[in-house]
Nanobody, 124 residues
Framework: AVQVVESGGGSVQAGGSLRLPCAAS???????MAWFRQSPGKEREGVAG????????YYADSVKGRFTVSRDNAQNTFFLQMNTLTPEDTAVYYC??????????????????WGQGTQVTVSS
């Protein structure tokens, strides 16, 4: 089984940046690693995903051009770099994993392994 643990959340002003790492344990070869977020009163939203060699990446329309997903296989860690943050990005961010192609699961999943979440708060 794979375990994933997020970190790096915090508070930032609008226009600022944050980088969220997600450390994975276990063999993640063949896994799509993804980021989701959920804010109060809203459905969970798939934000970005990446396959092992980085050849498959996807982004939600709401974050394209501002967020970048990357992966360090040597460290078994993947990242979400968030730039030009707005208050609408405020949410609990979760990393997730599934042994499948990102081109198949995309933002809908399902994903089998989930982290506990990390809070990101963007103030105006």
């Amino acid at each position: 089984a794979v375990q994933v643990v997020e970190s790096g959340g915090g508070s930032v002003q609008a226009g600022g940046s944050l980088r969220l790492p997600c450390a994975a344990s276990g063999d993640t070869a063949g896994y799509c690693m993804a980021w989701f977020r959920q804010s109060p009163g809203k459905e969970r939203e798939g934000v970005a995903g990446i396959n092992r060699d980085g050849t498959e990446r996807y982004y939600a329309d709401s974050v394209k051009g501002r967020f970048t997903v990357s992966r360090d296989n040597a460290q078994n860690t993947f990242f979400l770099q968030m730039n030009t943050l707005t208050p609408e990005d405020t949410a609990v961010y979760y990393c997730a994993a599934v042994r499948a192609s990102c081109s198949v699961v995309g933002v809908r999943g399902p994903y089998d392994y989930w982290g506990q979440g990390t809070q990101v708060t963007v103030s105006s």
